[in-house]
Nanobody
Framework: QVQLVESGGGLVQPGGSLRLSCAVSGTFFRIYAMGWYRQAPGKQRELVAISTSSGSANYANTVKGRFTISTDNAKNTVSLQMNSLKPEDTAVYYC?????????????WGQGTQVTVSS
């Protein structure tokens, strides 16, 4: 069974920074991609940033230049450094991964962590 455990959310003032982390544990053979999505109240879940096993990283246009995704393959973790935060970044942030498991490729989600940007 695969588990994703997130940490690092909270309340921050506009212009501030936060770092989210997610640790993946359980039985799997390969990580195809790891990343972060977010969902604001009344809106659909959207991609924030994703890192693939090929080494590429993609970001939503709204966070380019402010957010940085990083992975530690030895520890099976993915982090999101968020700088210059804006009120519109307020959302629940979900860790995501696509893994090769015993039953084939599968997607997994974390439980979500709240990020609130407000003065």
């Amino acid at each position: 069974q695969v588990q994703l455990v997130e940490s690092g959310g909270g309340l921050v003032q506009p212009g501030g920074s936060l770092r989210l982390s997610c640790a993946v544990s359980g039985t799997f053979f390969r990580i195809y991609a790891m990343g972060w999505y977010r969902q604001a109240p009344g809106k659909q879940r959207e991609l924030v940033a994703i890192s693939t096993s090929s080494g590429s990283a993609n970001y939503a246009n709204t966070v380019k230049g402010r957010f940085t995704i990083s992975t530690d393959n030895a520890k099976n973790t993915v982090s999101l450094q968020m700088n210059s935060l804006k009120p519109e970044d307020t959302a629940v942030y979900y860790c995501y991964c696509n893994l090769q498991t015993l039953t084939g490729p599968r997607e997994y989600w974390g439980q979500g962590t709240q990020v609130t940007v407000s003065s």
